[in-house]
């Protein structure tokens, strides 16, 4: 027995592990090779890298990534699930099993991992953590250079979104600090199994450096967090508590150059630094 997971595969493992997939944990399977060899190939999986997985479940793009990678770490956070995950990739591809680390936890409390480090992320993720989950793991491991997650088709939208548009909010400029973000595809729900009751989008991430500034980057973040806590306030207003006064924040914003009129809505993660920064010259 080799090669990826088929539908009869994933429902007999499932059954193996008296597994009932659960909304809550947003576990939904990928039953098809086609589509996992499509995420590994616009993932960019090259030879040598470690892939960071999130989320492996019963292993459908673990064994895909298997096929190209050097390694592949996968962090899963149910007993059952990582403790069976090594034992289907002996099962479907001996050769490769030597290549996978199964760690059972959390994501958002794997704060280290141990060498070799990983180069990429490639994640089918739960669409209620996605966001949390991916900007945790970039800020955790700059040696990820980038790599492609697949989440809920408006979550996609929102992690792509560029200032101005409908859909853009802290997700798109948080992680514009961290990434280049477009997407490149979408995952019909007859994929997976059981069947989501929406499309899933494929967004490829490019990491880039962070916006050269004398802020943290916790500082900025506060400010993004503040500047859409009341998405239709104009900034001198939504800013006040983060500033002490409509009048303080008026005053940092004409000095970043930003208008106190303007909503955050239209600001880029480069605007917010300089917001963060006359903060600081403010306190300072």
């Not at 086609?34 to 190939?41: D, L």
């Not at 966001?131 to 989440?151: E, K, N, S």
């Not at 499309?199 to 500047?227: I, K, N, Q």
Request: glycine residues 8%; proline residues 7%.
């Amino acid at each position: 027995m080799s090669g990826l997971l088929d539908p009869r595969t994933i429902r007999r493992l499932a059954a193996d592990l008296d597994l009932r997939p659960t909304k809550q944990r947003g576990q939904n399977f990928v039953h098809d090779a086609n589509t996992v060899r499509r995420i590994v190939t616009a993932a960019g999986v090259r030879p040598d890298d470690v892939v960071l997985e999130i989320g492996p479940g019963l292993g459908s793009l673990t064994l895909g990534l298997l096929e190209v990678a050097a390694e592949v770490v996968a962090v899963e956070i149910e007993h059952s699930l990582a403790d069976r995950l090594p034992r289907t990739v002996a099962e479907r591809m001996p050769g490769r099993a030597g290549r996978l680390r199964v760690i059972e936890a959390d994501a958002l409390g794997v704060a280290v991992l141990a060498d070799p480090q990983p180069t990429l992320v490639v994640a089918n993720l739960p669409y209620n953590v996605s966001v949390p989950v991916l900007l945790h793991v970039l800020a955790r491991f700059p040696t990820i250079r980038g790599g492609l997650v697949m989440v809920q088709s408006e979550v996609a939208d929102r992690l792509v979104a560029t200032p101005g548009s409908k859909t853009y909010g802290i997700p798109s400029v948080k992680l514009a600090w961290y990434c280049a973000a477009r997407r490149v595809g979408s995952v019909p729900p007859t994929v997976f199994w059981p069947v989501p009751n929406v499309d899933s989008g494929l967004v490829e991430l490019v990491r880039v450096d962070p916006p050269a500034t004398s802020a943290s980057r916790e500082e900025v973040f506060a400010v993004v967090d503040a500047a859409f806590a009341q998405r239709r306030k104009m900034l001198r207003s939504a800013l006040a508590g983060t500033f002490g006064s409509s009048a303080l924040a008026s005053a940092a914003l004409a000095a970043a150059g930003v208008d106190p009129q303007a909503r955050g809505e239209v600001l880029a993660v480069g605007d917010f630094v300089r917001i963060a920064e006359a903060r600081d010259r403010q306190v300072g």
